[in-house]
């Protein structure tokens, strides 16, 4: 990446769909870049977090605004050379921006021509693929055309086409294959594949241009009030749930009772205060029970204070016996019932007989209890 390139591209290029940039400067023998921000960041993580492609009105406003960006670096000698889903940014005013000019090409005339191998493999056209092949075969702005399609199905199934293949094999599908188009087209209006199948010829001269793109029924008629279908893509990102999920990382002896970790239990139980589960307890009495029988067994001593650690042993038990823990035996003539204690929780020893705290030990079969 040619840090450079793209500051003299977004130093020049000053449009409403390119993100801006503030200042450039070196710190710390460092090169700092201040670039607008984009709240929601790129497209495609957007879709991995509500983990669905967009809909077809949203493609269609991205789509416009994207061909608006592509025209007009078109214009100012351009090519973006690496245009994909996670080069698109959204901004919390539902603005659609164009970033990463690091492997852009930047010429002084429209018609500028590149013959370098660059860009992302899976979104490059095949002129862009032959040239690593035949470098006195040049590519134009016409490039950035076959990514715009293969971004749109990017958008509608999440990933872009062959993705499941190897980055050189794909090469050898673009070139030699047929385009590519989208899995289900059926599920998707006439507008949007005919559109698809202007950016996708393999062709460059016979390839749709920008201006073709900008009349075409798909996109021609987007109005600004249709806006509003990326702020409901807004309001859905930030209406899902968001789950932190915090690792810890113990000892074996801790985990035994023997470290630290129990300190806290034993002071909350000198106190007199309830004592919380143990952090690793908590990740796993979320879990099914089967998944973690024999690790809760082996984890219940040095959790005996906790009520969480009396219910893990229950379950342990209950899935070595494959099912409900069976009632109490009768005590025999000659024993006296010992009374329970209803002021503390039971042992989980009371409850199953724990195996022996070896490493790697094995979880006898259910009829050894």
Known sequence: MDY???????????????????????????????????????????????????????????????????????????????????????????????ADFGVSAMGDSPEVKRNSFIGSQYWMAPEVMACETYNEVPYGTQAD?????????????MLPPHHNMQPMRVAIRVIKGDPP??????????????????????TPETRANISELLSHKFISGVQESDRRVLRNLIAELQASPEVEVEE????????????SASAPASAAAASGTASSPSPIWTSMKTRPAAAFCTASA??????ADSADAAAGAR??????TGGPEAPEETPKADEAPTPASS?????????????????????PPPDAF
């Not at 989208?182 to 949007?192: A, I, M």
């Not at 082996?298 to 959790?303: C, D, I, Q």
């Open 315 to 320: 379950r342990c038990s209950d899935c070595r």
């Open 298 to 303: 082996r984890l219940a001593a040095p959790l």
């Open 248 to 259: 810890v990382d113990l000892r074996e002896s801790e985990l035994r009772g023997g470290g």
């Open 181 to 202: 188009r989208l899995e289900r087209p059926k599920q998707w209006s006439d507008e949007f594949n005919h559109f698809l199948s202007r950016c996708l010829v393999k």
């Open 145 to 157: 055309v076959w990514s715009l399609g293969v971004t749109l199905i990017e958008l509608a199934q």
């Open 4 to 98: 450079m390139v793209e500051i003299n591209i977004l130093t020049k290029c000053k449009h409403k769909t390119i993100i801006e940039l503030f200042e450039a400067y070196l710190y710390d023998s460092k090169l700092w870049l201040c670039l607008e921000y984009c709240k929601f960041g790129a497209l495609d993580s957007i879709m991995i977090e509500l983990d669905k492609g967009l809909a077809e009105p949203q493609i269609r406003m991205v789509c416009r605004e994207v061909t608006d960006g592509l025209k007009y670096l078109h214009s100012q000698g351009v090519i973006h050379r690496d245009l994909k889903a996670g080069n698109v940014l959204l901004t919390s005013e539902a603005v659609i921006k164009l």
């Open 343 to 363: 002021s503390s929780p039971q042992s989980p020893s009371s409850l199953v007989q724990l195996p022996p705290q070896t490493p790697n030990a094995v979880v």
